[in-house]
Each structure stands twice: as structure tokens, then as C-alpha cells.
């Protein structure tokens, strides 16, 4: 039965661009991969598929309409925005996503961030390999303001899995740790920790750090007001999702000082558009979303998305989002 089923993944490249096989999803069905789908022929090559497995490539309830055949949606990622779940929900498809795999990834991109704006790694890496080194009249320099994260304080927007192991790393580097959640939960076992309010925790953070998904209420809740709340010397994160923030408002905020420095992996559309206020911020390293990219946590993703499929076609589906 499993051999007849048509699995079609839209955007597959980015979790296996060559060195994380599909062999276990592709074993489970006719298998179809593409690399990426523009949008006006999605439904042309997902067409008579039962199941698709997409990363970010949409499906609108217009798109899901139009895919008579559609039996499971497995979106390969946590975040699920992507798909109209109560479209899907209509048409009786569960969706599924992948809740948990990059949690220790996410969380040490954070810190890869964090250390770069306090120690300014490359900026001296460059400055040694240009001869300015050879030419110091002392055994050391440094070319920007070095930073000691003991003492200080990490404020964690979101305090879910990812949230919780940022809050872990920062305590082992001996920062005093706030959070803001919706959904408060258990506190962590470590001191110093306290629950705060979201200004609060940005007046009060030497590191403000964003780990909450994006809803149509949180969005662009980042912006001059909170920002201007921000001590003089604080630096911002964010590996969430870019439009938490008003980027406009951050860049503004980054050239009066207040953060004195940003770090994103995310930003509002991706690819970055070459007019994206942050590409000439001041104090602003942007990554390409790659916190997540991990050739391990790539494997993690891979193996959950095969157990959704096997526990599709076994009639009990498992991480369902609608």
C-alpha cells in the first residue's frame, strides 16, 4: 500500500542540499523531490500527490483546493505558517510539522551572535591577517570595546524549548537570566531568574534575546518605542522570525545607540531584499537564517518528517497542528 502512495516535497534543498539523504521519506512512497517550486506551479507538479512535504513553499486554501487527491501535509520545519491549516482542517488533511530538532543548534547560534558582538572575533582575525599586528608597538590591541558576559543580565522573549536552553547557556556563563511568556510554565531550577514583564525585560537586559513564534498579534512588536527602553550599551537578538520586528525602527535605534548592537538570522522577507533598512545599519551582523542548519539538526528533521509519513499511512498521525 506505502508503495503506491505519491510523496512530493516542494522545496527540498536547503535540508538536503547533498549530504543528508531523503532515502528514508523515499522509501515510503512513489518519491518527488525539487530543489524549489515557484509559486505558479505548485500545484501542477503536486498534483495527484496524497502527500507533500513543504519547508517554505505556500499552500493557500486556494492552492489546497485545487489538490483533489491531498491526503497529508508534512511541513518540513517547526513553524507552519506557511500552510492554511484550517483550509486543510476543511478538507479533513491533517498537517503536521517537525516540533522538536533544532533546539541546541538555534540556541548556540545565539550565543555564535552574542560572542562576535562582544569579542569581535573576525573584525581582529581581519585586522591580524592586514599586518596591523606585526606593526603594534605592544604584545595586543583591540580595534572595538571587548565585553564580559559574567554579571550581566539575558532577557528571553519566549520561553519555550529554545528559550529555556538559551536561558541554560547564559546561566553557565554566569548571566542573570529574565523571560517573558504567555505561558509562564515551570521556572528554571538556576538563580538569578525572574519572570518580567516585556518592557521591563528590555529596560532591564543587557541582552535581549527573541525566541516567540510570529502571530498576527505579536507582529512588529519590536519597534522605537521598545527599542528606546533599551539600556545604553544593551545588544539585540533575533533567530525567531523576522517580522517580530520593525527593521526601520531597529536601524533607526542602531544609529542613536540604543541597542548598541543587533544580531539577526531572520528578517521580515527572505531572501533579504537589497532595500532592507538593516544592510546598512550600523552595529548589525545579519546571517542567512541559518540557525537551524546544522548538518545534525538537518538529520533530526529528516528522520521526524519520515516517522509523520509512517504514522500517516498507519492511520495515526502524530505532531498534527490542526
Known amino acids: 500500500m506505502t508503495k503506491q502512495m505519491r510523496i512530493v516535497v516542494l522545496d527540498g534543498y536547503t535540508l538536503n542540499p547533498g549530504d543528508n539523504p531523503w532515502d528514508e521519506v523515499a522509501s515510503l512512497g512513489k518519491f518527488e523531490v525539487y530543489d524549489r517550486t515557484p509559486d505558479e506551479q505548485i500545484v501542477s507538479r503536486a498534483a495527484g500527490a496524497e502527500i507533500i512535504l513543504t519547508n517554505k513553499t505556500p499552500l493557500s486554501a486556494e492552492t489546497l483546493g485545487r489538490l483533489a487527491k491531498l491526503r497529508l501535509v508534512s511541513v518540513l520545519a517547526t513553524g507552519y505558517n506557511v500552510v492554511d491549516v484550517q483550509a486543510a482542517r476543511e478538507r479533513g488533511v491533517p498537517v503536521s510539522n517537525v516540533p522538536i530538532y533544532g533546539t541546541d543548534s538555534v540556541a548556540q547560534h545565539v550565543f555564535a551572535l552574542l560572542l562576535e558582538m562582544c569579542s569581535h572575533v573576525g573584525l581582529h582575525d581581519a585586522a591580524?591577517?592586514?599586518?596591523?599586528?606585526?606593526?603594534?608597538?605592544?604584545?595586543?590591541?583591540w580595534r572595538a570595546p571587548l565585553v564580559e558576559l559574567a554579571g550581566k543580565t539575558m532577557g528571553i522573549v519566549g520561553f519555550g524549548r529554545i528559550g529555556r536552553r538559551v536561558g541554560e547557556i547564559a546561566h553557565a556563563m554566569g548571566m542573570g537570566v529574565l523571560a517573558c511568556d504567555v505561558a509562564r510554565g515551570q521556572a528554571p531550577p538556576y538563580t538569578p531568574f525572574s519572570w518580567a514583564e516585556m518592557d521591563e525585560l528590555f529596560a532591564s537586559s543587557d541582552v535581549v534575546s527573541l525566541h516567540c513564534p510570529l502571530t498576527a498579534e505579536n507582529e512588529g512588536f519590536v519597534n522605537s518605542a521598545l527599542l528606546g527602553r533599551m539600556k545604553k550599551g544593551a545588544m539585540f537578538?533575533?533567530?525567531?522570525?523576522?517580522?517580530?520586528v520593525v527593521e526601520s525602527d531597529l536601524a533607526d535605534a542602531l544609529s542613536g545607540g540604543r541597542p548598541a548592537a543587533a544580531a539577526v538570522d531572520v528578517v521580515s522577507a527572505e531572501p533579504i531584499k537589497p532595500d532592507n533598512h538593516l544592510l546598512g545599519a550600523e552595529n548589525c551582523i545579519i546571517t542567512p537564517h541559518i540557525a537551524w542548519a546544522s548538518l545534525e539538526a538537518r538529520q533530526r528533521l529528516m528522520k521526524t518528517t519520515a516517522q509523520n509519513v509512517v504514522a500517516f499511512l498507519a492511520g495515526k498521525p502524530i505532531n498534527v497542528v490542526n
Not at 128 to 141: K, L, T
Not at 237 to 244: C, H, K, P, V, Y
Request: net charge neutral; charged share 20%; proline share 0%.
Open 128 to 141: 591580524v591577517r592586514q599586518g596591523q599586528w606585526s606593526a603594534s608597538e605592544d604584545f595586543c590591541f
Open 237 to 244: 537578538i533575533n533567530t525567531a522570525r523576522g517580522g517580530l
